[in-house]
């Protein structure tokens, strides 16, 4: 069986072919980070019209890469929430088109869960496991219980994890996107201990008994670090040590909060002897300081761990087509899908169940 899927909820266009055995046939990622860099983030207007002039030449570029057909689809999945309506819209309107035109299911994909269940599609790890879900847009840990039912034990209340390193690089001076360019220089740091000294930085609610994170506080304390930086232009040396203490300390309050995580974990499904997978996921988790934090992390617990490849830490098709075919899979009747009257959601919660948490406005 085959599965196209179709990417387009932020500044990607991307569509990808994957089949039921976890093969990728192709995965075309289309970034739009030149067009926005000269804004300094994504303007949402402009990325439609991006995705509107892309989209075609995406999917047909994987088509081809695949070579297959439109007829040998099996299924066509698309992101249809959260993220940036008119992105949304496009992305969906041309699936549906293609599920309509060849009589073949459409799947209306949430975005994070693509990003949740990409360990299934490379690792092939099974059902229940732990996820720390790091992106520019969200900062959450959840356990995946089962195809479509996800518990969130814990999110940010303000800022994302990569939107701290995003509006931190802004304010360093560094390009966009931000969280790329903060590793790249701080990897320059020849100190990390003498770096975290000099710019000593907090970890907001290291001390709360709860598995909620708060990045609005660190990214503050990088403002009020930069400010008392000598006047005039920003000496890279000083950049780099910066950079460096706030890579460390995000890496650092990802681990504390995930540990907290994996104890309520093991209560649940200490006895099982499948239930030991942590998975991170989401574009943040190509961070390498980061990852190596995290999978210590797992080792000191017991657990596996399991992070994406770069090609599929960030946005991409390969993620969506999956999520289509555990779908297919599932329910092992081709005639299923999601009606064509399908609506696009910018905000989707993949636990809707949670209870709300203040300030957490879509990452909740």
């Avoid at 002039?53 to 994987?62: F, T």
């Avoid at 995000?250 to 209560?267: D, G, M, T, Y």
């Amino acid at each position: 069986m085959l599965v196209l899927g179709i990417e387009s909820s932020c500044d990607e266009t991307a569509a990808a072919v994957v089949n039921e055995n976890g093969d990728i046939l192709s995965n075309v990622v289309l970034s739009q980070l030149k067009t926005h860099q000269v804004y300094g983030g994504v303007v949402p207007e402009i990325a439609a019209r991006e995705h509107l002039e892309h989209i075609d030449k995406v999917i047909a570029a994987a088509m081809k890469d695949a070579n297959i057909s439109f007829g040998d689809l099996n299924g066509v999945a698309a992101t249809c929430g959260p993220g940036l309506i008119g992105g949304l819209m496009i992305g969906m309107m041309s699936a549906k088109a293609i599920a309509s035109v060849h009589k073949i299911p459409f799947f209306g994909i949430n975005h994070l869960e693509g990003h949740l269940l990409t360990a299934r599609l490379t690792d092939k790890i099974e059902f229940p496991y732990l996820v720390l879900l790091i992106s520019g847009g969200h900062t959450q840990l959840l356990i995946a219980e089962e195809l479509g039912k996800y518990r969130r034990v814990g999110t940010t209340l303000d800022d994302a994890a990569g939107e701290c390193f995003d509006k931190s690089a802004k304010l360093m001076g560094l390009p966009y996107p931000g969280g790329p360019n903060i590793e790249k220089i701080a990897k320059e740091c020849m100190d990390s201990n003498a770096a975290t000294q000099r710019f000593q930085l907090p970890a907001p609610m290291k001390d709360k008994k709860t598995c909620d994170f708060s990045f609005s506080g660190l990214k503050t304390a990088v403002r009020l670090h930069v400010d008392n930086l000598p006047e005039g232009a920003l000496n890279r040396s000083d950049v780099a040590e910066l950079s460096c203490a706030l890579e460390i300390k995000i890496a650092e309050i990802l681990a504390n909060k995930s540990a907290r995580a994996v104890s309520q974990f093991k209560k649940l499904f200490g006895r099982s002897e499948t239930a030991k997978a942590f998975v991170v996921c989401g574009g943040v988790s190509a961070n390498q300081k980061i990852r190596q934090q995290l999978e210590m992390l797992a080792l000191r617990s017991d657990m596996t761990f399991h992070a994406p490849p770069p090609s599929l830490s960030g946005d991409n098709g390969a993620m969506i087509a999956w999520v289509g075919m555990e779908r297919l899979l599932a329910n092992n009747d081709s005639s299923l899908g999601d009606p064509l009257d399908f609506a696009a959601k910018p905000r989707w919660p993949l636990d809707p169940d949670a209870p709300k948490r203040q300030g957490a406005g879509v990452k909740a």
